[in-house]
């Protein structure tokens, strides 16, 4: 379900993240630093321009600024198609204005870069070709077509041809190397706020289901007094009705759902709603309700205590959400990709706690170790044998997820290899490696009581 949002979310990046205000705004200081380019040109270098052309091309852009403004809600967002025409007549109008001002002899034709750019951060591929390959068109017609700059003597400025050559071969360049720059970069941003994003639906979802346990313990604690009530009160009308043996039936039927619903309740909730088990618990009883969902899954999944850990000294921590989750995720990754068996160690000194999963798959690939925990990268690879589990060839979310709600409780991860190797016997760990570590005063609860149960 996070994955499906998260597609669709990567569907609407783009041109209707953009708001028109946006756009016309930039728009606006462009069309006040053409003027300022214009005056100063014109009153301050003497230079002989087409200043009719000139000021009817800036006036166009304003007239399409005071367009936009008017017609449409300043809260509007562009779609990816208007976005385009706008960049794309940003681009022609620049174009055009440096054909009457010198072409690439004009030091400004460096501006066209910056059409290019904005549609490559802000628009689908297809649309970034359609404007970068205008911009290629327009910055070569401008090398060799154009209106010389001329001063009021009528000296015309311009620069050796190597050098236009020169300017010509720099924006291009500038074209394709700032487009894949800030596209790539754009992308890396949205990647991980869509992953963050899917993340905190997790974290979300799992505080969910444990207030949902303190919910239902409040409501047993809660309706333990009119539960007891009718029993009461149907005890006293069976006793009225001993000359009423079909209504008496009727009254016992209802004392017994009572009793039912009493235990019920009592099962869901047998903590109480303070009891303090709700928000602590052992390590390994933690470790075992993050692998619960996984046990039925065809894949021995054996949680054991190091021998160098005391079981007098078991860390009694806190049940966060971010931990269960995070631990869940992990281990439910390595029985996707083991074999037989996972082993989850606990381990622990004065000062850190440690939990280690492994198991008896195929490993991470050498190649991918550095960018696990990544969000949108393939997992694991495929296996040779064609048994993959369909559904695991996927973004890597999981351990994105699994790895940033950890981090976020203080843990350092530690993705390795066990080393596999052929003559490695069945049943020994040899798989996939990750070792969580956290510093122990971060997560265990300070005293060691837990309290007294809520009676019924």
Known sequence: MTDQLVNVMRRDHGGTWIRLRTMILIRWIAILGQLAAIFVAVQVYDLRLELAWCLFFVGLSVVMNLAAALIYPKTKRLSELENTGMILFDLVQLSALLFLTGGLHNPFSILLVAPVVIASSTLPLRYVLLVGG???????????????LETEQYFILRIADIFVFGNWIAISVAFVFLSLYARRVTQEINTMGDALFATQMALER?????????????????????????????SELIDELDDHPELAEDVKLIREQADRCRDI???????????????????????????????????????????????????????????????????????????????????????????RIIDDGRGFPIEMI?????????????????????????????????????????????????????????????????????IRDLLEQQSTTLGENQTF
């Open 265 to 355: 309740m009592r099962s869901m909730g047998r903590a109480g709603k303070d009891d303090k088990h709700m928000r602590f618990a052992p390590l390994q009883e933690v470790v075992e309700t993050a692998a619960d969902p996984h046990q039925d899954r065809g894949i021995v999944i054996d949680i054991s205590i190091s021998a160098d850990s005391t079981a007098s000294d078991h860390p009694t921590i806190h049940r966060r959400p971010e931990i269960i989750h995070g631990l869940r995720n992990m281990i439910q990754n390595a029985v996707d990709f083991a074999q037989s068996q996972v082993w989850v160690e606990l381990a622990w000194t004065h000062d850190k706690i440690t939990v």
């Open 134 to 148: 205008t911009g290629l068109i327009a910055v070569t017609v401008l090398g060799f077509f154009h209106i010389k």
């Open 206 to 234: 799992e505080q969910k289901l444990t207030d949902l346990g303190g919910v239902v313990a409040a409501a047993a604690h809660e309706l333990g007094t009119p539960l007891a009530t009718i029993k009461l009160v149907s």
């Open 370 to 438: 550095g960018r696990i925990g990544d969000p949108f990268v393939r997992k694991r690879r495929i296996s040779v044998q064609g048994n993959q589990r369909q559904g695991y060839d996927g973004m890597g979310l999981g351990l994105f997820i699994a790895k940033t709600l950890l981090e976020r409780t203080g843990a350092t991860l530690v993705f390795a290899n066990g080393g596999l190797t052929a003559n490695k016997q069945r049943g020994q760990p040899r798989g996939a490696v990750v070792e969580i570590t956290w």
